[in-house]
Each structure stands twice: as structure tokens, then as C-alpha cells.
């Protein structure tokens, strides 16, 4: 009996691992992936701290109410509605590779490729980087034509395109950013980006301090003090007044 109700809990655990996509079998080659509306999904720059950004993947899961509203263009600002409402079951959120990863050349890359966000120019870049070697180039995914500040939508290059993963005919709720070219040992295709370097930003030079003085209304300003000199006049010696002798009487 007790034999039956741990394969019992083991089928209804794999279950549910498969119906939340996080399941991750040994090789990921047993993974497929299915078409979807592009309209439905969108990834989004966020932003963090000091200047860091974030990858953001939302998926409108039902029409009953919008998950995001987009303005703008070049960048094109996204304002994330699901924020405002009780969203579950009508909007999905992915903000980690347990929810999103790369696939290539109809294989699945979450081993190999991880997603990384640079500072282009005037622009945020999302690049696929390879785990084992850094030293290889990253693949340019999209980007968001543009800055501003706040949430920025990721305009994928081309080829490049959502789908869901699928295990054994089955839709997951993983999502993919897949592009049907074959990713190679160089990381040459589809398209590199080099890291741009960091320039050091220089302190800005402050200007001298000036002493100001607050005068009351009407007040007459202070009076300036003549410099007072820093030496002493020429002395001259008083004129000696003549010694007198000492009047000497004669005796007799």
C-alpha cells in the first residue's frame, strides 16, 4: 500500500513540474518548442539600482484585461498594467532562465547560452553569452533603439522570435527567444556584439567657494577699512637743547 501512494505522489509531482515548465531532464534535446502570436509576449528592459537593467518577459495569457500598454517609439516606453490588478491567469511573468532561456537550430541552448543586457549606443542590448567561454562574442538578440528612463521594450533583430517549449507534445510554460540559425563554437552567427568598455567617469571639478554676506534691508553697507600700512613711518630725533655748565664762582 505504501508502495502505491509513493508512485502515486511521484506521477502527481512530475506533473506538475511538466504543467509549470520546470522540469529540466538531464538533456535538453528531449525539449521541442511550438509557434505562438507575437502579439501575446513582449520583453522588456527594467531598470535596477545604478544603471543596471533587467530582462522582463510578459505573456498576455487572456483578452479579459491588458498585461502592458506601449507608447512611444525608438525607445518605446512600456508601462506594465498587471501591476494594477490581480493577474493571475491572465498575464504570465518570466524574470529568470527558470522561465525563459535561448533557442537555436531547433535546440535548446539553456546549457550554453545565457541572456546579458550591455549599454550600446544610446541604446540597451539584450546579447545571449556563452557559459563556458566568455572569451567567445555574444550573439546580438534586440534591443531598444533608443533611451529613456523606465520599463524600454526589446525590439528583437531579425529572425529572432517567441515560442513556448514542448515535452512530449505537451506546452510548457517555459518561453523561448528562438532563431532557427545554428549557433556556433565562435559565436559568429547570427549577430555579434562586442562589449563595449567602460569609461571611467571623471568627477566634476567644483567651483571656488564665495563668501556671501546678508545685509538688512535699507541697511547702509559697512565701511570699507583703509589698508593699514605694514610699516612704521620715519622717525626723526627731537632737537638737543643745549647743556648749560655749572656757573663756577670765583672765591676770594
Same mark, same amino acid.
Given at each position: 500500500m505504501r508502495t502505491k501512494h509513493r508512485l502515486l505522489f511521484a506521477t502527481t509531482a512530475f506533473a506538475s513540474l511538466l504543467a509549470?515548465?520546470?522540469?529540466t531532464p538531464a538533456k535538453a534535446d528531449v525539449f521541442e518548442s511550438t509557434e505562438v502570436n507575437p502579439?501575446?509576449?513582449?520583453?522588456? @528592459?527594467?531598470?535596477y539600482g545604478s544603471g543596471n537593467?533587467?530582462?522582463l518577459v510578459l505573456?498576455? #495569457?487572456?483578452?479579459?484585461? @491588458?498585461?502592458?500598454r506601449e507608447n512611444g517609439s525608438?525607445?518605446?516606453?512600456?508601462?506594465?498594467? #498587471?501591476l494594477n490588478f490581480d493577474f493571475t491567469n491572465i498575464c504570465g511573468r518570466s524574470t529568470d532562465s527558470n522561465g525563459y532561456s535561448i533557442r537555436m537550430g531547433n535546440t535548446d541552448m539553456g546549457q550554453k547560452l545565457d541572456f546579458n543586457i550591455v549599454k550600446g549606443d544610446g541604446e540597451i542590448v539584450l546579447v545571449g553569452s556563452n557559459l563556458r567561454d566568455r572569451s567567445i562574442p555574444p550573439i546580438r538578440i534586440g534591443s531598444t533603439k533608443g533611451m529613456t528612463s523606465g520599463f524600454m521594450?526589446?525590439?528583437l533583430e531579425p529572425g529572432w522570435r517567441f515560442a513556448k517549449r514542448t515535452y512530449q507534445g505537451r506546452m510548457l510554460g517555459h518561453i523561448y527567444l528562438t532563431n532557427d540559425a545554428v549557433a556556433s563554437s565562435s559565436g559568429t552567427r547570427p549577430t555579434r556584439l562586442l562589449p563595449l568598455p567602460q569609461v571611467p567617469i571623471e568627477p566634476?571639478?567644483?567651483?571656488p567657494v564665495r563668501e556671501v554676506i546678508f545685509t538688512k534691508p535699507g541697511a547702509a553697507p559697512p565701511a570699507t577699512r583703509e589698508p593699514v600700512p605694514t610699516t612704521r613711518p620715519e622717525t626723526r630725533p627731537l632737537p638737543q637743547k643745549p647743556t648749560s655748565r655749572p656757573r663756577v664762582v670765583p672765591t676770594f
Open positions: 509549470f515548465g520546470t522540469f502579439d501575446n509576449f513582449i520583453a522588456i @528592459a527594467v531598470p537593467y533587467q530582462l505573456e498576455q #495569457l487572456s483578452s479579459k484585461r @491588458a498585461c502592458w525608438a525607445p518605446i516606453r512600456v508601462e506594465p498594467l #498587471l521594450k526589446f525590439i566634476p571639478i567644483e567651483p
